[in-house]
């Protein structure tokens, strides 16, 4: 089904970017982003009612019939995954009106913004593998400049970190891409599908799937590959930090969802203990680390490691039932992390740091963030009635039907140490009482700061009082993605 | 000929990590360098080598092309990788600046110095 | 439906609407619980006849999840429990809690757990079950921290919800196994299907993990340590949720899930034995108390083990004895927390070695108090003699367990006696030690409510068939089967009344000899691992090794991460190639390369190898150029024409941007890396090199597919109208990726002028 209207989540924010690089008035700036941004999420929305109405959305760019040409394509899990990723930029833009400080806007943040949304939105509709490669750089970069905008001591320190691990992840992508045309000659991914699905069992096929996941890995935070999370999400600002803790590492997950269901599917039942073990550990020491941390930002993003082993498990599961889990608990982390990310930066705001020891008492001084916490951080706990229990409910249900149960084990064991570190926040940031001397925040200011953050947490409370609702959905994303055939009829046979 | 290729593409891996995994930024920054010319020769490998002409149509000839889409591609990743090196570059030099050293053993940040 | 969300939304939506237009609804909150008791007490004929109220509303269906609810006899019974203490509740915390400024808030917080209580019990859908009993838990968490200034009310919190949740994880886990072997998350569904689970090979597992939920919600040793530590919550909280309610949820569970779990030996012997030793671990340790409500949170856990205990024998006179006590339990427990309350209002404090005296100064407190002490020792004519009669008689079991029961039974039953004994000697008779002078009655605010609970102690004790019918109904749905209880407070001479006369005589003489009891309490109690510290340790240990494991490997070193990311780099591309492919040598074509072609390649490889030993800043950079350039004139020799020249202008803009920045670019210095680390990272280097020679030369040897390049060739003038394959690929197949090679340069460019401009945090050293 073509749809030119594909090609706009990509195209408005370029030109929004240029715009703003061109008129230097900042008002016009914000609101043109905030506009551009809406919009967006209009077309995000009605597109992806199309792809429920009509079937998988494509564009073959220049008319160039696939496989030559480039196709952007979009199915239900894309079109999910680009509604959420506009839901978050407008929380974080709202976010950043408040609290990015005019310097940075002075030098083109809003631009930068614009351009990081691009990059997502680009990686994740493209149905070319080296398309991809080229939507994650300008990702990547626009990430390098966010994150070291401002030019502080401890920014310019990881982001230098940051940059030369995924320029090395960059590097291995194109090894990666290499590799894959010299042995199947072709980049469209949905060509690549058909023909790995006619070489059969071969080895080369295994060696290339490792390298993606390797590639993808270290973009989406898995073990052994994400050292460079934390201390870089740790450094960039908060508005920033809800960007990328909501959002970056998920793109990641996307792409090895794509590519493992699409192109790589047979190679799967191999290899598909070997993503159990990284799912295992990843959550695992990631969980391990936020409850080691005192620090709010930090502790948060270890969290981002340990939730990412979830969705990884869903995947090597590999049932009907485990990629449903894995969409739907993609969809509950990226609001809720980024909810709390956004928590973290008001309590920064108000607190002026954050290190949980000097923080205390929020919960008399603000309630109102205290309770919106609670509920995002019970939430991503995985306690009910919130969206996170059903997506750990699903997960649970298909390690035990598969009989998994190790991975079940550790499933629950992380759930547990995600509720404990949770509630250490409370305990030490809301409760107790606040330090002397705190600043309070005016009144008008108060609500262009709570507003992003309860909405995501309404968010989250609905998805989890209406699940059957968002589960037709996902579920049909999940049928998408369990049978290819449906993307590559799309794609080629259109 | 790719044989060749592939030794060579290897030993540039080889040096360039050896590079990126010492402790001063500006070593790594030459293995960022090294490594996307070994990426760059690996892909224009990819399509195989030793093509008898380039390709640009020309009427009349029986002699193979060389396979235009890893030079597309190329053409795009060194472009790429030329905006990410301008950008490391300067990196490097305002950490430098600010920090007064570029060694990455000291550079290590605790989690609350920000 | 209604009864269950009623509190919900009065609690979380109308009260705090009321409380900022400035309404002081929260003086009327009583009337939410005391009209759905009366709801509830209206189904009372209908649910004796026999009859089950229920009422689904569909949630999420694909899941089998429902919010479907169900009045039988049991739920019936906890139902009115919680509202009815809770209103009395309600009632006494008006005035107890007068003077807090965030008293909305208070009992937003009590109608959540009301709403979150009656939906546990009315649940008939496991897995809504267990959504409302972690509300239970927030809410617990809530309220225990409800003096979150405190620090002992935030410590007292979070125990509580990290060990009744963490249970509560262990229970879902078997909630969704029990699915999978049922196929259904509804109770009464999985009730008719009881032979499949116990046939099935998960049982015991399905079983474990059940019973620990159950086990940490209802504080059975060795999970009870929250539940003292919840007695920082305010006083009526305690009374309502830590003593009457909330930690019953476990014991409901057993009761309900009792005709599919139980009746098995695995059963029996871990209910029963978890309850009796919880039962005598919790009453001697009430003995050593000094603060009232530490003694009755221990109390608490002791009568909590009798019905766990009750309801692991499982006969017919166990379980009505189990609902009977529940019952009991609620009323003369609860009337005691209020006493303390009052007495700690009156007197300031709750400490037993500053009070005595105080029955002169306050006759009715006393009274109530002596009731509810009497009840709880079981002495006749109060109801807790009927259901510990009922206990004695139970745990007459056959075979080994009928000797070792029993005996256990009389053994806490004594010290059971005892600390009721205390409890109302001790602050009220003796000398008068109060600081505090002028202590007085407590008002009628606060005594009403455990007056009333005093009566209703003294009326079942003398009256039980009161209750006898819907006691009956409560176990027939226990048991499964019909069940008609004969309750009266005489019940003839026989073992269970002897067993009564030996632990109220025995009683009374250790009572007499208190002192050297508690002194050899104390001293056994040296000796043992202290369960307390066991979390404590947990606390400071969980930390301290996550902080262990973390930090060996987030150095914060871009080498170590390096080093590991390259490591599995090659470790899992080389198994798996290892595993999955059959490598023989491929055909290398040697033959085919030219001498220049060497030539090209030898340069490159050896100024890279020169790369490394070069110490110059100035001297890198050239032959990084000459690389550069010779990667261009191989571009020229693989009839690459437009890369060369794309190579030859990079490289040389590279070198120029180079040289600009040379006079800001660090010196290279020599390292001073330990050898091991070098022999590492040379390790790492050559073989990730390896990987990837590997990686070229078998991927070309695998070759399963022909390029798609041919199109292009064959189309490039024809639909392109370009001569220049690779151009028109750039520009017009591949125009997309050129947009974006464009945009990164672009970002790159306004990046590197933001970078140099924008300084915020000045310089770190200098």
Redesign the interface.
């Known amino acids: 089904m073509k749809n030119n209207l594909l090609v706009v989540p990509v195209i408005l924010p ?1 030109f929004t970017a240029i715009l703003i ?1 061109l008129i230097s008035n900042i008002k016009f700036q914000k609101l043109l982003s905030f506009v551009s941004t809406t919009f967006c999420l209009a077309t995000a929305l009605y597109l992806t009612k199309q792809v429920s109405v009509k079937g998988i959305q494509t564009l073959s ?2 008319d ?1 019939p696939a ?4 196709v ?1 394509a979009l199915d239900l899990f894309s079109g999910i995954m680009l509604i959420l990723t506009m839901i978050v930029s407008l929380a974080a833009l709202i976010f950043s009106f408040k609290t990015i400080g005019s ?2 806007e ?3 943040y809003y ?2 913004f614009q ?1 990081q949304i ?1 990059g997502i939105n ?1 990686a994740l509709i ?1 149905g070319d593998i ?2 991809l490669f ?2 994650f ?2 990702l990547l ?2 990430s ?2 966010l994150m ?9 320190q990881e982001t ?2 940051y940059m ?2 995924n320029m ?1 992840s960059s590097v ?1 992508f194109l ?1 990666g891409v ?2 894959l ?6 980049l469209n991914m949905a ?1 690549l599908s058909v ?1 790995v699905g006619k ?1 059969g069992d ?3 096929l ?3 799937a ?2 993606f ?2 590639v993808f890995g ?1 973009k989406g935070g898995l073990f ?2 994400y ?2 999370l ?2 870089s999400y740790h450094a960039a600002p908060s508005a920033v930090a809800v960007l990328f803790g909501g959002l970056m590492t998920k793109v990641g997950i996307y792409a090895i969802l794509r590519v493992y269901t699409l192109i790589f599917a047979p190679t799967l039942s ?2 598909n203990n ?1 993503i159990l073990i990284i799912a295992g550990l990843t959550m695992f ?1 990631g969980v ?5 941390q005192m620090d709010f930002k930090l502790l948060l993003s ?1 969290h981002i490691i340990s939730q990412v082993g979830y969705m990884i498990m869903g995947l090597g599961l590999y049932t009907p039932l485990s990629i449903t889990g894995a969409i739907y608990f993609l969809i509950h982390n990226i609001i809720v992390k980024s909810c709390l990310f956004l928590i973290s930066g008001i309590a920064e705001k108000l607190r002026d740091t954050t290190d949980l020891k000097k923080m205390g ?1 929020l ?2 001084t603000d309630p109102s963030v205290a309770y919106i916490f609670l509920i995002a951080g ?1 939430s991503l706990a995985g ?3 919130f969206s996170g ?2 997506g750990k ?2 997960l ?2 298909a390690g ?2 598969k009989g998994s149960y190790l991975i ?1 084990f550790v499933s ?1 064991l992380v ?3 995600t ?2 570190s949770m ?2 926040i409370f ?1 030490y940031a ?4 606040a330090p002397e001397n705190v600043k309070k925040v005016q009144h008008n200011h108060y609500f262009g700061l709570v507003l992003p953050a309860a909405c995501l947490a309404l968010l989250t409370v609905f998805i989890g ?1 209406n ?2 609702w968002v ?2 959905y996902v ?1 049909s994303a999940a049928y998408q993605l369990m049978n290819p055939d449906l993307y590559i009829q799309a794609v080629l046979g259109g | ?28 920054v ?1 293995g960022t ?2 490594i996307s ?2 990426a ?3 892909l ?15 009427d009349g000839s029986t002699l193979s ?5 890893p ?6 990743a ?10 490391i ?6 950490l ?7 060694d ?2 000291i550079l ?2 605790e989690a609350n110095e920000k | 439906m209604t009864i269950v969300i009623s509190p919900f939304v009065f609690g979380l939506i109308v009260l705090p609407f009321l409380h900022k237009i400035k309404l002081r609804f929260h003086k009327w909150v009583g009337i939410v619980p005391l009209v759905l008791f009366l709801t509830i007490l209206k189904y009372k004929s209908s649910i004796i006849n026999g009859n089950i109220v229920s009422e689904a509303y ?6 089998d ?1 429902s919010l479907s609810f169900r009045l039988d006899g049991l739920s019936f019974i906890f139902a009115l429990i919680i509202t009815g203490i809770g209103f009395l509740v309600v009632i006494y915390s008006k005035k107890y809690m007068h003077s807090e400024s965030a008293i909305s808030r208070y009992f937003s917080y009590i109608l959540l757990f009301m709403s979150s209580m009656l939906g546990v019990v009315l649940s008939n859908n496991l ?1 809504s079950l ?2 409302f009993w ?2 239970t838990s ?1 809410s617990s ?1 809530l309220l225990i ?1 409800f003096w ?2 405190k ?1 002992k009310s ?1 410590y007292g919190a ?1 125990k509580a ?2 060990i009744t ?2 249970g509560g ?2 229970m ?2 078997g909630f ?2 029990m ?2 072997v049922t196929g259904s998350f509804e109770i009464s569904q999985i009730l008719s299907q009881k032979e499949l689970i116990k046939s099935s090979p998960f049982y015991l597992t399905i079983l474990v993990l059940t019973l620990i939920g159950s086990f940490t919600k209802s504080a059975q040793f060795p999970f009870h340590v929250w539940l003292p530590d919840a007695m920082e919550a305010p006083t009526p909280v305690s009374a309502y949720l830590h003593s009457a309610t909330m930690v019953k949820a476990g014991i409901y569970l057993l009761a309900r899930l009792n005709p599919v779990l139980g009746g098995s030996s695995y059963w029996f012997y871990m209910v029963t034995f978890t309850g009796i030793l919880t039962m005598c671990y919790g009453s001697i340790m009430a003995i050593r108390q000094r603060d009232l409500k530490a003694l009755l949170a221990f109390s608490t856990i002791s009568q909590l083990g009798l019905i766990t205990s009750l309801l692991g024998v499982s006969t017919e006179t166990a379980v009505i004895g189990a609902v009977f006590h529940i019952i009991n339990h609620a009323a003369f427990k609860g009337s005691l927390f209020m006493v303390t309350g009052i007495i700690d209002h009156e007197a300031g404090t709750r400490n037993l070695d500053e009070l005595g005296g105080l029955g002169r100064k306050m006759p009715f407190t006393a009274v109530v108090a002596l009731i509810g002490a009497l009840a709880m020792a079981g002495i006749p004519p109060l109801n807790g003699f009927i259901s510990k009669e009922l206990f004695f008689e139970a745990v007459l079991v056959d075979g080994w367990a009928g000797y070792v029961l029993p005996a256990l039974a009389v053994f806490g039953s004594i010290f059971t006696f005892i600390y009721s004994m205390i409890f109302v000697i001790s602050p009220f008779l003796g000398t008068y030690k109060p600081k505090e002078k002028t202590v007085h009655e407590a008002p009628w605010g606060l005594l009403l409510s455990p007056m009333i609970l005093g009566v209703t102690n003294l009326a079942l004790g003398i009256y039980p068939k009161l209750v006898a019918d819907i006691i009956s109904k409560g176990a027939a749905n226990i048991l499964g089967k019909y069940v008609d209880a004969h309750l009266s407070l005489w019940h003839g001479f026989n073992v269970p009344l002897l067993m009564s006369l030996i632990v109220i005589s025995f009683g009374c003489l250790l009572f007499s000899r208190l002192n050297y009891v508690k002194h050899i309490i104390e001293k056994i109690q040296m000796k043992k691992i202290n369960l307390n510290k066991l979390y404590d340790l947990f606390q400071t240990g ?2 301290k ?3 262990f ?3 060996k ?14 490591s ?2 090659f470790l ?2 080389g198994l ?2 290892l ?4 490598l023989s040598i491929p055909n ?3 033959e ?2 030219d001498v220049y ?2 030539v090209v ?1 030898a340069i ?2 050896v100024s ?2 020169f ?2 030993f070069t110490r110059k ?1 100035l001297i ?1 950079i050239l032959i ?1 150029g000459v ?2 350039y010779m ?1 261009s004139l ?2 020229v020799l ?6 060369a020249l ?2 030859l202008i ?1 490289e040389t ?2 070198l120029v ?2 040289l600009i ?1 040379f006079p ?3 010196e ?2 020599e ?1 001073n ?1 330990k050898r091991s680390t070098k022999i590492i ?2 390790a ?3 073989l ?3 990987t ?2 590997f ?6 040897a ?8 041919s ?3 064959d ?3 024809l ?1 392109g109208g370009g ?4 151009n028109v ?2 520009v ?14 672009g ?20």
Not at chain 1, 67 to 70: K, T
Not at chain 2, 89 to 94: A, G, N
Not at chain 3, 579 to 582: A, I, L, P, Q, V
Request: proline residues 3%; aromatic residues 16%; contains cysteine.
């Open positions: 370029l690089f760019l220049g160039w496989p030559f040409g480039i952007i310097e940075r002075n030098y083109f631009a930068f351009l691009m680009g493209t080296f398309n080229v939507f750089e300008i970069i626009a390098y400049i070291a905008l401002g030019g502080k001591p401890y920014q310019l230098t970190k030369i691990i090395v291995l090894v290499a590799v045309y010299s042995t199947l000659g072709s060509d023909k070489a071969q080895g080369i295994k060696v290339i490792v390298i996941m390797i270290i052994p590959l050292f460079w934390p201390r191999s290899i070997i020491l391990m680390g936020a409850v080691a270890y008492g919960m008399a019970f306690a009910p009635p229990f059903f409910f699903l649970i249900r035990l039907e079940v629950i759930s547990f140490f509720l404990y509630t250490k305990k809301f409760w107790g009482t009082l699940t059957e589960y037709s579920n | 000929m790719e044989f060749l290729m592939a030794l060579v593409v290897g030993v540039f891996f080889a040096v360039s990590i050896y590079f990126m995994l010492s402790k001063k930024l500006l070593k790594v030459f360098l090294l010319h070994a760059n020769l690996m224009l490998t990819s399509g195989g080598l030793k093509g008898e002409k380039a390709p640009i149509l020309s092309y060389a396979d235009p889409i030079q597309a591609l190329i053409l795009t060194i472009v790429i990788g030329f905006g990410v090196t301008a950008f570059l300067v990196l490097t030099c305002r430098y600046k600010t920090f007064a050293t570029d990455l053993s290590r940040g | 569909q949630w999420v269906p694909s899941f999840v897995i267990f959504v972690e509300l927030i968490y921290g979150f200034y620090e935030r979070w919800l990290l949740a963490g994880l262990a879902l886990a969704i196994l699915y999978t969980i930390p090794f996550a902080g494991i973390t930090e490997q987030m150095t914060g070193f871009l080498r170590d991460y390096l080093v590991y990311i390259l599995f780099v899992s591309v798996t190639s595993f999955f492919m059959e290398l074509n040697l085919r390369i072609e060497y390649a490159m490889v890279s190898i790369l490394l800043r890198a990084l690389i550069g990667v191989f571009f693989e009839k690459a024409p437009d890369l794309t190579q990079v803009i590279t941007l180079f920045a800001h670019l660090p290279i210095t390292e890396s990272n040379a790492v280097s050559i990730t090199g390896l990837v020679t990686l070229m030369v078998y991927s070309k695998y070759k399963i597919y022909e390029s798609v390049s199109y292009y060739i189309n490039s003038l639909l001569k220049n394959i690779v690929i750039l017009d197949f591949r125009g997309f990726d050129t947009m974006g090679e464009i945009t990164v340069l970002i790159a460019a306004f990046s590197v002028y933001a970078l140099i401009k924008l300084r915020l945090g000045g310089r770190k050293y200098e």
